[in-house]
């Protein structure tokens, strides 16, 4: 970009949730120093012809994993090109701030589904800082292309104060670990971190790489107590900080346990955000309670609690057994750890099979539908199967669909590719939770999942929903909600 640059003839959103506006803009240095309504003939400025354009500021990606990709591609070109200016990592109680790279490797590998080869490959002799002071000193040498911004990771820190096993299989630190936390935690307040996140999801497990007896355990957030929470809250509370949580998907207790710590009687709320609200195909009104809680938590406990809502349908695509979907199983928590020939002779063994349907019929609250008529095939050796769903496929060689999953699985593994929406499949619910009080865009999980799921383009879908639907969601308002009351609630 030339020293001086002029917009010209755009319709300007400043991000206050204003209607947009024609005006013209001057940038010096690549910063607006004057709006005019027309500006003045400038000979030494670029100017850029903006008629028939949006010009609004830069967006902000609450939910981002780029932890590992940002050492080796700090460009973050597929978020840039979607018009985000600034990324947040360090969610879901993982981050690179603090810990080894084996650490990583165990973290992020199997929670986010990054092939291990590859992030081998991101952070071998990459990590040479000690502190999470130095950690910030090592991202502002990076020739990064949006501005970033990091909460500290819960399990990094519980690894750093107790160990990598005790930090797993223990839930109340000894005095001294709790108190170590509790300075690592400090440490990142004073170094300007966005505060701290927590993960209280239990479908977040670790490789088991450095010790097979760990495979498919709950990250170490998860082994954590209210406890342990409220004390490393409370530090996130007295630095004005932010509060990242992922509660129990199966269990509402949680949530109640997060309102309770943002809560403002006799103190300051905590500002606390939480992934996601989401209207599911499994429960298609759990997404009200959420708002609902939320709400009442906010005007009531003078919490100040905000959930993240993402603005497309949660499509979700499977290796074989290989998903996210599949973690909340007991029986493919195992698979997943296991090899192709390992999984197959699985899917192939009575046992096994026997164990895997009794988790798919099992009664009770569900992340994923299960629904068979809703996963459909995007690979299989068989040409046949594709577009199909697996009912269809099933229904047509004569078969128990279920039975019929498990022989595709036994035979294919990783080779027969399906896919599902598993929530935010409803257009109107979808847009009207964007345009809720008590959420913000986010959830887009930018940088993991990239072979299952990831939304980089969430603030431009965001935009296209708002023409979609005007009388919900306002442009003027899905611009705000993505620049000034997004940084509003992260404290930029």
């Known amino acids: 970009m030339a020293q001086t640059t002029i917009i010209r003839n755009g319709t300007f959103f400043d991000g206050s949730g204003k209607p947009g506006r024609k005006a013209d803009l001057l940038l010096r240095e690549g910063k607006v120093v004057e709006i005019f309504d027309q500006a003045p003939p400038l000979e030494e400025a670029l100017s850029l012809d903006a008629t028939g354009k949006w010009v609004m500021p830069g967006f902000l990606d609450i939910h981002t994993h780029y932890d590992a990709e940002v050492e080796v591609m700090p460009g973050l070109e597929e978020s840039v090109r979607h018009g985000v200016t600034t990324v947040v990592f360090g969610n879901c109680s993982l981050s690179n701030a603090v810990g080894t790279e084996q650490d990583m490797l165990e973290l992020f590998s199997r929670v986010e589904n990054m092939p291990t080869d590859i992030l081998k490959k991101w952070i071998k002799d990459k990590i040479t800082w000690k502190t999470t002071h130095e950690y910030y000193e090592h991202l502002d040498k990076l020739p990064v292309g949006p501005n970033i911004a990091s909460f500290i990771g819960h399990s990094n820190v519980r690894i750093a104060a107790m160990g990598f096993e005790r930090s797993l299989r223990v839930h109340k630190p000894e005095a001294e670990e709790m108190k170590k936390m509790e300075n690592i935690v400090s440490e990142a307040m004073e170094a300007g971190y966005l505060g701290l996140s927590i993960d209280m999801l239990p479908f977040h497990r670790i490789l088991g790489e450095k010790n097979a007896a760990f495979k498919g355990i709950s990250v170490p957030s998860q082994q954590a107590r209210l406890p342990e929470y409220r004390r490393l809250a409370n530090i996130v509370r007295r630095f004005n900080r932010v509060l990242q949580a992922t509660p129990n998907a199966v269990d509402k207790i949680s949530v109640l346990k997060l309102l309770g710590l943002s809560a403002g009687i006799f103190r300051k709320p905590l500002r606390t955000t939480i992934v996601a609200a989401l209207d599911t195909k499994s429960d298609q009104k759990i997404h009200r309670l959420a708002t609902f809680l939320a709400d009442m938590a906010n005007t009531l406990l003078r919490s100040n609690v905000r959930w993240q809502a993402l603005a497309e349908p949660f499509l979700n695509y499977a290796d074989g057994p290989i998903t996210p979907l599949f973690e909340e199983f007991p029986s493919t928590v195992k698979a997943i750890g296991a090899s192709s020939d390992e999984r197959k002779a699985m899917f192939k063994d009575p046992s096994f099979r026997k164990q895997f349907k009794k988790d798919w019929m099992a009664w009770g609250t569900s992340v994923f539908h299960r629904r068979l008529d809703d996963m459909w095939v995007d690979k299989s050796p068989n040409p046949g199967h594709i577009g199909k769903n697996i009912a269809q496929i099933a229904r047509e060689a004569g078969k128990n ?27 109107r619910q979808r847009v009207r939770l964007l345009a809720h009080r008590t959420t913000i865009p986010g959830f887009n999980d930018s940088g993991a ?22 009388d919900i969601l306002p442009v003027e308002l899905a611009i705000y909600r993505m620049t000034k009351n997004g940084r509003r609630l992260v404290g930029f």
């Open 401 to 427: 669909p279920l039975e019929h999953l498990m022989d595709l699985l036994a035979e294919y593994d990783t080779d027969f590719r399906w896919y599902s929406a598993v929530a935010n499949h409803r257009p």
């Open 449 to 470: 999942h990239n072979v299952n799921m990831a939304f980089q383009d969430g603030s431009l879908q965001v935009l296209k929903q708002a023409l979609e639907y005007p």
